[in-house]
């Protein structure tokens, strides 16, 4: 296998579909086989810039020749069904988070999987971030000592549709899982969660139950205490940013920018270009990054990293998260 050219199957052709179909399309050693949504015509448009084909069923995937893995990129109501499908037909898989909203379906589906011994690897593509890593590599190294407090930052330029808010299962599963995984990254056992959440511009989100800010503080079991803060708006990009402190010292990672000029004049110093505009640009390098990743895993037969475990403890948090907001209470993990 590590000689010849790996094949995986896209389920989904939507916006993260077809990131993920652009990364698979021009690595240098992996083919895009096909892409399957039951909304073909997304697919087919796709399929014509990727130069594979498209498929609406997805039993034509798993009649493939020769197929290496899957990357599930669809709606997150069907996760759990083609995660299960795929390892049974001996395929390994990338599927983007969450694997689903419910965490007892999630422990079902894990006990399902049992021992089999396909790759599954789980989309929290942000580990990959070469500014995000680097800085966790130092702190692993023991550049700043002992890590004592860990800050994330994690803002969106606009809020997502209303219809994808709906069914998003919350800021604290869709947006703050994200970076309860980077918390994870650095603290890999938090045993305390408290979270707090408000409405302060959107009544869309307001409506459908859910916050539009919300600041999370993390406990690990070392006594390290992280602090996430969300919003579902930024009025200067997206706003990525991530600071380590420890006893000896502090690593940090800015936004990213367009260009590395900076403007002194005047009227200011330090003037900089906007935030790149989303996670598309702003995450470029870690899909690449994350499917290098996976290709490894496929042909060496390791476990990747971050797996399904991983993804259920994300979902444990946020689910911790979302009661310590609605209870006012710190949520013990």
Do not use: W
């Given at each position: 296998?590590?000689?010849?050219?790996?094949?995986?199957?896209?389920?989904?052709?939507?916006?993260?579909?077809?990131?993920?179909?652009?990364?698979?399309?021009?690595?240098?050693?992996?083919?895009?086989?096909?892409?399957?949504?039951?909304?073909?015509?997304?697919?087919?448009?796709?399929?014509?810039?990727?130069?594979?084909?498209?498929?609406?069923?997805?039993?034509?995937v798993f009649a493939e020749a020769d197929l290496d893995g899957v990357v599930?990129?669809?709606?997150?109501?069907?996760?759990?069904?083609?995660?299960?499908?795929?390892?049974?037909?001996?395929?390994?898989?990338?599927?983007?988070?969450?694997?689903?909203?419910?965490?007892?379906?999630?422990?079902?589906?894990?006990?399902?999987?049992?021992?089999?011994?396909?790759?599954?690897?789980?989309?929290?593509?942000?580990?990959?971030?070469?500014?995000?890593?680097?800085?966790?590599?130092?702190?692993?190294?023991?550049?700043?000592?002992?890590?004592?407090?860990?800050?994330?930052?994690?803002?969106?330029?606009?809020?997502?549709?209303?219809?994808?808010?709906?069914?998003?299962?919350?800021?604290?599963?869709?947006?703050?899982?994200?970076?309860?995984?980077?918390?994870?990254?650095?603290?890999?056992?938090i045993v305390e969660v408290t979270a707090v959440g408000s409405n302060v511009?959107?009544?869309?989100?307001?409506?459908?139950?859910?916050?539009?800010?919300?600041?999370?503080?993390?406990?690990?079991?070392?006594?390290?205490?992280?602090?996430?803060?969300?919003?579902?708006?930024?009025?200067?990009?997206?706003?990525?940013?991530l600071e380590a402190f420890g006893s000896t010292g502090m690593l940090s990672?800015?936004?990213?920018?367009?260009?590395?000029?900076?403007?002194?004049?005047?009227?200011?110093?330090?003037?900089?270009?906007?935030?790149?505009?989303?996670?598309?640009?702003?995450?470029?390098?870690?899909?690449?990054?994350?499917?290098?990743?996976?290709?490894?895993?496929?042909?060496?037969?390791?476990?990747?990293?971050?797996?399904?475990?991983?993804?259920?403890?994300?979902?444990?948090?946020?689910?911790?998260?979302?009661?310590?907001?609605?209870?006012?209470?710190?949520?013990?993990?």
């Amino acid at each position: 296998m590590s000689e010849r050219r790996l094949r995986l199957a896209l389920f989904g052709s939507g916006r993260i579909g077809q990131v993920h179909a652009r990364s698979v399309a021009t690595h240098p050693d992996i083919d895009l086989a096909v892409i399957a949504d039951p909304f073909v015509e997304g697919a087919r448009r796709l399929a014509a810039e990727t130069g594979t084909k498209a498929v609406a069923d997805p039993e034509e995937v798993f009649a493939e020749a020769d197929l290496d893995g899957v990357v599930i990129a669809s709606p997150t109501s069907t996760h759990v069904d083609l995660i299960t499908r795929s390892r049974a037909h001996g395929l390994a898989v990338l599927c983007e988070k969450p694997i689903d909203l419910d965490i007892d379906t999630v422990l079902e589906c894990r006990d399902k999987l049992g021992d089999t011994t396909s790759p599954i690897m789980l989309g929290f593509n942000r580990r990959f971030d070469p500014h995000f890593a680097a800085v966790r590599g130092r702190v692993a190294a023991g550049e700043i000592g002992t890590l004592e407090q860990l800050t994330i930052i994690s803002r969106d330029p606009a809020p997502a549709p209303v219809d994808y808010i709906a069914g998003s299962g919350g800021i604290f599963r869709d947006m703050t899982i994200h970076d309860l995984d980077m918390a994870r990254f650095f603290v890999p056992d938090i045993v305390e969660v408290t979270a707090v959440g408000s409405n302060v511009f959107s009544d869309d989100i307001k409506r459908y139950d859910d916050y539009d800010s919300v600041v999370v503080t993390l406990r690990g079991r070392g006594g390290e205490l992280i602090t996430i803060t969300n919003s579902r708006h930024c009025a200067y990009g997206y706003d990525q940013r991530l600071e380590a402190f420890g006893s000896t010292g502090m690593l940090s990672a800015g936004n990213v920018t367009e260009t590395t000029v900076r403007k002194f004049g005047s009227e200011g110093t330090e003037g900089a270009g906007p935030c790149l505009p989303f996670f598309l640009e702003r995450y470029a390098e870690a899909y690449r990054a994350e499917l290098d990743a996976f290709a490894h895993s496929i042909r060496t037969g390791e476990p990747c990293t971050p797996g399904f475990d991983d993804g259920v403890t994300a979902l444990v948090l946020a689910n911790a998260a979302e009661e310590s907001a609605r209870t006012g209470g710190t949520v013990t993990v």
